[in-house]
């Protein structure tokens, strides 16, 4: 080949490779520009959802108000004993809540679960109040919650004789007297005085044979005979109630208990004249406590979204426990899980293919949304490492995690303020939202809290208590106090069984 020729050659080799990068360079650049193009279209796509959650999810003060007037109305109806009201306004028969004057020995029962506890406590009066307390768990084995009554009752009551035969020398009962325990049963319980009940159903993977209709007293009764425990039911309660009643002894001006955990319920004093489907004599104290069971209230005011009618809708109870499903714990957390799964279904959130796990229902649960929610390092490791647990996502990025966060946020927010318009209509319902008309002091009103969402979710707390204060105002606002009665339920019941002791100077039962 000639000189020439190899140049010739040679600039065309280089112009091909020439053209070959500005090709490569083009391609390389509309590739980034399409990828650019898609990670655009993707955070648009993404920020839709949010915007919508936002939207659905939001509870203005405005709204929640009105909610609270619709709660006002049903706890109206539940009193008048209308069967279509939504809140079945239950008469607890407790209507002597405890002074701070009890003294002697009291047991209790907590029954509510797969556990349950027994526990004894010493009362001192008003100079020692608990001068000591002891308690026990126990575990139900599987078998008898799907046995019979009388299994069932005869293990409870086996395990109560048991700790019983631990009393130590720091308990003391008076000569002649009988032992009295108040049994808190969480169960839905047709309640006919202060130490009876017939059982409705069972629920919490019970399944029990030939209790349904039976007085639980009497079942639990029997079963001490049995066992030769000589022991009287002085109240029945549920745990709802048995927080109102530990909350009041410990502070005297408690006139409503709610729990917040993995359910949520509330009870309240309310005078018994308001009771208009009270038939009987007016109690001496001429106060009732009412569990308002406030889980199954329902409003088209209620801001549900399509996350919330679609849990529902899946639910083992469809259509019922409508409030609770929005501010418990124990949806909490699927309600996020939901919100997430749009988001990798329709804006990659996690990327092209969507976790596999985040299609399971519940596998998001609240103790993990609140770790997620409480986060505040700068690069959000805790949460990552939250997802990368639960969801199965290895690595995310600050974005995602932000997101996630934000989305915690929104639904724990929405959860905490209608809780507060629930405590803010039980206190318009009692007359203690506002200050007086003649100019008087609103008097100092405590609401007692108990349950792990409240204690242990601070962002929940803290936004209900704040709300809260909205709500109310700033005057009225100053004489409310919502304060944690941790485990109220359990020392409750044997203060009950106390406050209304057959030994007593009045008995109540």
Known sequence: MGKAAAVGTAVVVCAAVGVAVVLARRRRRREAELLGSAEVERKKRAAAVIEDVERNLATPTA????????????????LRGDIHACLKMLISYVDNLPTGDEH??????????TNFRVLRVQLGGREKRVVKQQYDEVSIPPHLMVGTSMELFDFIAAALAKFVDTEGDDFHLPEGRQRELGFTFSFPVHQTSISSGTLIKWTKGFSINGAVGEDVVGELSRAMERQGLDMKVTALVNDTVGTLAGGRYMDNDVV???ILGTGTNAAYVEHANAIPKWTGLLPRSGNMVINTEWGSFKSDKLPLSEYDKAMDFESLNPGEQIYEKMIS??????IVRRILLKLAHDA?????????KLEQPFILRTPDMSAMHHDSSHDLKILGAKLKDIVGV???????????????????????????????SILKKIGRDKVPSDGSKLPRTVVALDGGLYEHY????SCLEATLQDLLGEEASSSVVAKLANDGSGIGAALLAASHSQFGEVDYS
């Open 394 to 424: 290895a690595d995310t990025s600050l974005e995602v995690r932000y997101i996630t966060r934000h989305i915690c946020d929104i639904v724990a927010e929405r959860g905490a303020r209608l809780a507060a318009a629930g405590i803010y």
């Open 458 to 461: 601070k962002k929940f707390s």
């Open 104 to 113: 002697g020995l009291f047991y209790a029962l907590d029954l509510g679960g």
């Open 256 to 258: 409503a208990a709610v």
């Open 348 to 356: 990659s959130l996690f990327g092209d293919v969507v976790p596999p």
């Open 63 to 78: 709204l929640l108000r009105s909610i609270a007037d619709a709660m006002v109305v049903e706890m109206e109806r539940g």
């Open 329 to 334: 714990g124990m949806y909490l957390g699927e």
